[in-house]
T-cell receptor, first 114, second 115 residues
């Protein structure tokens, strides 16, 4: 069964350092999402791509976060500089264009900022 | 903006028994999709069941079924014959049918299954 690949699985970084996460969606899925999930809470959208274009980044803290999907396939989410409050699970998901379809999620990257 | 509320932070059920997880949502739209996702500890979120708002019949997937009450904006998940492997966080989610908005999630319910 096709999967959404994410790496790394775990990341520990010191505050003020830069960190990057990578996501490879299911082949053919045009829509890609990055979510942040704080422990004990539901996921919240950071950025949504349709192919290589950003559809929604209204909740992305743009002073420190950036995301790209240059060729409309895989994507990178970067944080620079990392802050203690950024500690969370970062989930990538992809979907087909049809809205009734649910998302397929990756296993996530658990970030700990120390 | 649409909001999703799960009022039960934690639930527990005895193995082989039935449990119902609650979810309510707030929307002014008439067409949308509702989902239940399962997130086992340290594992990825997987789709359990989906419901289209225009379908009156409640969705069913094996031991999982929903009670969709559109007027009440309620979407509960029933798990029958609970198994140890059902232990996980369960998230209710809403997705509009009208635009390209993302899926909105509730805060989750942690389900414990007791042997």
């Amino acid at each position: 069964e096709a999967e959404v690949a994410q790496s790394p699985r775990y990341k520990i970084t010191e505050k003020s350092q830069a960190v990057a996460f990578w996501c490879d969606p299911i082949s053919g899925h045009a829509t890609l999402y990055w979510y942040r999930q704080i422990l004990g809470q539901g996921p919240e959208l950071l950025v949504q791509f349709q192919d290589e274009s950003v559809v929604d980044d209204s909740q992305l803290p743009k002073d420190r976060f950036s995301a790209e999907r240059l060729k409309g396939v895989d994507s990178t989410l970067k944080i620079q500089p990392a802050e203690l409050g950024d500690s969370a699970m970062y989930l990538c998901a992809s979907s087909l264009a049809g809205r009734k379809d649910g998302y397929t999620f990756g296993s996530g990257t658990r970030l700990t900022v120390v | 903006a649409q909001t999703v509320t799960q009022s039960q932070p934690e639930m527990s059920v005895q193995e082989a028994e039935t449990v119902t997880l609650s979810c309510t949502y707030d929307t002014s739209e008439s067409d949308y999709y509702l989902f239940w996702y399962k997130q086992p500890p340290s594992r990825q979120m997987i789709l359990v069941i989906r419901q289209e708002a225009y379908k009156q019949q409640n969705a069913t997937e094996n031991r999982f079924s929903v009670n969709f009450q559109k007027a009440a904006k309620s979407f509960s998940l029933k798990i029958s014959d609970s198994q140890l492997g059902d232990a996980a966080m369960y998230f209710c989610a809403y997705r509009s049918a009208y635009n390209n908005n993302d899926m909105r999630f509730g805060a989750g319910t942690r389900l414990t299954v007791k042997p």
